[in-house]
């Protein structure tokens, strides 16, 4: 049947101070996790939603 996505949205809107801030915190944290031997996947894909913006 039909799917829909009940989980909500939330869009943010970042100046270009906040964006880069923001994308170094995330490649801070995913390198964090990788010395510590832990997944990245969900910390990636958030990294992909930044950089195409």
Not at 4 to 33: E, F, H, Q
Not at 37 to 46: C, I, R
């Amino acid at each position: 049947m039909f799917h829909r996505d009940k989980t909500p949205k939330y869009y943010l809107t970042l100046s270009a101070d906040d964006l880069a801030m923001v994308k170094g915190i995330l490649l801070w944290w995913r390198n964090k996790l990788i010395r510590e031997g832990k997944p990245t996947e969900d910390v990636d894909k958030l990294i992909l939603k930044l950089m195409k913006r």
